[in-house]
């Protein structure tokens, strides 16, 4: 069973729907990555959380330690936020601070 | 300046050739990371480099060697690769790597023919 843990996989929308993704972890972590990859392409790091909210623009992200959730919202969805997004987690102690366990990715296609 | 650069963009050797991708940032981090994607799945940690010494190692084949010839600067060095080495190869930095943002590039495609 993979510690990091994404739903839907896949998620069609129409253009300008409110649009949620999910990630459950099992492990204690110090912080929670998502990660945008555009298809054929790089990956840009679109949050980091380690506690509460954040918000950037039209995307905003939430976690819940307790009960080892996040949440990744998009409000009124374009058809350029296709994209594969992922959630990534740091584990907490140890010695691999720097070491990312990755979820499968939810690939979102936007619809116009 | 918040990018990290990797070059080539693409590139197609042979099972005997020598080549080497490169990854490059300015803003200062102290680690830089190797990971390798297959299609349709997550990036998978390949190396990992802080403050210039290989920190990590997760059990690569030594026909990948990896490189941090000064803080800035990190090469993959390929030889001898197979063809299911074939896939996208990404380089990423951050600042020192505890709770740090990881900044990636755009990733080198390798195809071995």
């Known amino acids: 069973k993979n510690e990091v843990e994404q739903s839907p996989q896949n998620l069609t929308a129409q253009e300008g729907e409110f649009i949620t993704i999910n990630c459950s972890y099992s492990?204690?972590?110090?912080?929670l990555h998502w990660l945008q990859q555009h298809p054929g392409g790089g990956i840009v790091s679109l949050f980091m959380l380690s506690s509460g909210k954040k918000k950037h623009g039209r995307l905003i992200a939430t976690i819940n330690i307790q009960e080892k959730h996040s949440s990744l919202h998009i409000t009124a969805s374009h058809p350029r936020d296709s994209a594969v997004y992922i959630c990534?987690?740091?584990?907490?102690?140890?010695?691999?601070?720097?070491?990312?366990?990755f979820g499968k990715g939810t690939l979102l296609t936007v619809n116009p | 300046d918040t990018e990290v650069t990797q070059t080539p963009k693409h590139l197609v050797m042979g099972m005997t050739n020598k080549k080497s991708l490169k990854c490059e940032q300015h803003?200062?981090?102290?680690?830089m990371y190797w990971y390798k994607q297959k299609a349709k799945k997550p990036p998978e940690l390949m190396f990992v480099y802080s403050y210039e010494k290989l920190s990590i190692n997760e059990s690569v084949p030594s026909r990948f060697s990896p490189e941090c010839p000064n803080s800035s600067l990190l090469n993959l060095h390929l030889h001898a690769l197979q063809p299911e080495d074939s896939a996208l190869y990404l380089c990423?930095?951050?600042?020192?790597?505890?709770?740090?943002?990881?900044?990636f590039g755009p990733g080198t495609r390798l195809t071995v023919l």
């Open positions: 803003m200062g981090h102290r680690a």
């Open positions: 492990v204690g972590i110090s912080a």
């Open positions: 990423a930095s951050s600042q020192d790597g505890a709770i740090d943002t990881q900044y």
């Open positions: 990534a987690v740091r584990s907490r102690g140890g010695g691999s601070n720097y070491k990312l366990t």
